[in-house]
């Protein structure tokens, strides 16, 4: 007897009608099974691909080897490892585990048929785990593969996961799956993750070139001012962006640029940050021997290296009058003279200046040079402060958390309630850029799965309060380091137990062992409330 209970074998005729009945008949009459058959014609040769159970074991493969050998049209038989189809399903297997978007299918009864990799990584669960399930045995938050059984498509639709590593954030696409006869058969899903979308998204543009589309704002204020911005971009004249500190001046700016069209370079300046001297040098150049520590064949000012770019002059209301006077002699002849030299040299580079300051009382109290304001001032922009558009918070909160855990490569956690409405009730005097610093922190100390109010701390809550004396995060005045380790590790261990309500799944949830905790809750005389308990 044969020791292979099952073979497959390809078995080559000439065309003929009746092939398949033959070779079934052979086959049962001689103990075998047809576990799966494929045809495949080729001009006037069958090629028959099959795999075949041997259930009554009377013959062994020498002898299955040539069961066909008197059987009409028939031309040769070979023993394979693998058939055809098998063989595109582990190559169409090969292709998908290798792409990084989530891939599913069901068919017409909602039954899952094809999971890849990457799907089931984030579902926690195995293909063949999955794989016959019907979909909503998944609890997803949404079922759009569903709606496409009923013929609809579904594209670019922003979905959300929650599992118990935190909140996916991806874009799906669905759509149905016919047959030849168009009739719908299934439907596939296509997810592509956030944080693979911002990933690319950076790999195919530097992350300096800004353009208005990376402007997060609905606000009707804020989406005015990008249109104005945006009809704008393409002239030569100088705009001027007026805006609190922290409200994105430059990224304005940038945007500007990108889509200007200008071929040269973008270079800011920051006016407050540099001494008079050091500015005028930075801005206009100078010629070799102009002044002591300078280079001996002098160097060109920004102006010149950004000649058909943009230069983009950041806090002009702290430019020294001295300067003003030279960057309106610029404006005036579109023509630059280096420190210490006597040539003209010829500028192509636009202008855009950024004030958080009032222009027009600088130029009562003398302040600011009044020809230089109106020169500068012929096109403004004006973006709102972030208390006026606190509509926008919820998108930009997504944003920058995205841009923070893209980085640690970690889901994104979602916030609660209690969060959300602390962080809509700030007044937000430190704008966008407050918002920023507030919620990366909040993810940085937050413990559990979501950030809760207790993790959104502002300023005022770190810094001094009114007597001046150093205040800590939890209150009183600042104790040393290791104390305060000590207090924030408690505080951590606390928040933990109350959420998890067992110490093995604190402990879990704090990444260390269950004696390593208790042993910590003792250090630190944390009791064991009715409510919690040590197992499981």
Request: proline share 3%.
């Amino acid at each position: 007897m044969g020791e292979h209970l099952n073979d497959k074998l390809q078995l080559c005729f000439k065309d003929r009608m009746g092939i398949v009945a033959d070779i079934s008949t052979i086959l049962s009459r001689s103990g075998f099974n047809i576990v799966s058959m494929e045809v495949d014609r080729r001009g006037d040769v069958a090629n028959v691909y099959m795999e075949v159970e041997n259930i009554t074991r009377q013959m062994d493969r020498e002898g299955l080897f040539h069961i066909f050998d008197e059987t009409e049209s028939f031309m040769e038989t070979r023993f394979i490892d693998t058939l055809p189809q098998e063989e595109k399903a582990n190559r169409f297997k090969v292709v998908l585990d290798n792409v990084r978007d989530g891939v599913l299918s069901i068919d017409r009864e909602g039954c899952i048929t094809t999971i890849n990799l990457a799907a089931s990584h984030v579902l926690k669960q195995s293909a063949e785990a999955l794989i016959g399930k019907h979909i909503k045995t998944l609890e997803l938050s949404h079922y759009k593969i569903l709606e496409c059984l009923e013929g609809k498509k579904v594209e670019s639709a922003r979905q959300h996961l929650i599992t118990e590593d935190g909140r996916y954030q991806y874009i799906s696409t669905c759509k149905p799956i016919r047959d030849s006869t168009d009739r719908i058969i299934g439907a596939v899903e296509i997810a592509r993750e956030m944080h693979e979308i911002k990933r690319l998204a950076r790999s195919i543009s530097s992350e300096e070139r800004f353009s208005f589309g990376d402007i997060i704002g609905t606000d009707a204020t804020m989406k005015e001012a990008i249109a104005f911005a945006q009809k704008i971009a393409a002239t030569d004249v100088t705009v001027a962006i007026h805006g609190a500190s922290g409200t994105g001046k430059e990224v304005f700016a940038k945007a500007i640029h990108t889509e200007s069209g200008r071929k040269g370079p973008y270079i800011p300046i920051n006016c407050a940050a540099l001494p008079e001297q050091l500015l005028e040098s930075e801005l206009f150049g100078y010629v070799g021997g102009a002044f002591t520590g300078g280079r001996k064949e002098g160097k060109s000012g920004l102006f010149e290296t950004a000649n058909q770019g943009t230069v983009f002059l950041d806090e002009i209301g702290e430019m020294p009058m001295g300067s003003q006077a030279k960057l309106l002699r610029l404006l005036q002849e579109k023509a630059v003279r280096r420190i210490g030299g006597s040539r003209e040299i010829s500028i192509n580079a636009r202008i855009i200046t950024a004030t958080n300051r009032n222009l027009e009382q600088l130029v009562k109290q003398n302040l600011f040079r009044e020809d230089l304001y109106y020169r500068i001032n012929v096109l403004p922009i004006h973006i709102p402060p972030l208390k006026q558009r606190t509509g926008d918070i919820p998108l930009l909160l997504e944003h920058f958390l995205f841009q923070l855990l893209m980085r640690l490569e970690k889901a994104i956690p979602s916030l609660t309630p209690a969060a959300l409405e602390k962080l809509m009730g700030h007044q937000w005097p430190g704008n966008v850029r407050e918002l920023k610093n507030v919620i990366e922190r909040a993810a940085f100390i937050s413990t559990g799965p979501a950030i809760d109010a207790d993790a959104i701390l502002f300023s005022h809550e770190l810094s001094q309060n009114q007597s001046g004396n150093l205040i800590n995060i939890y209150g009183g005045e600042i104790r040393s380091i290791k104390e305060q380790v000590a207090a924030l590790e408690k505080r951590i261990i606390v928040k933990a137990l109350e959420r998890k309500r067992t110490v093995r799944k604190a402990a879990a949830s704090l990444k260390i062992s269950h004696p390593a905790l208790l042993k910590k809750m003792q250090k630190y005389a944390i009791r064991l409330d009715t409510q919690v308990t040590s197992g499981n």
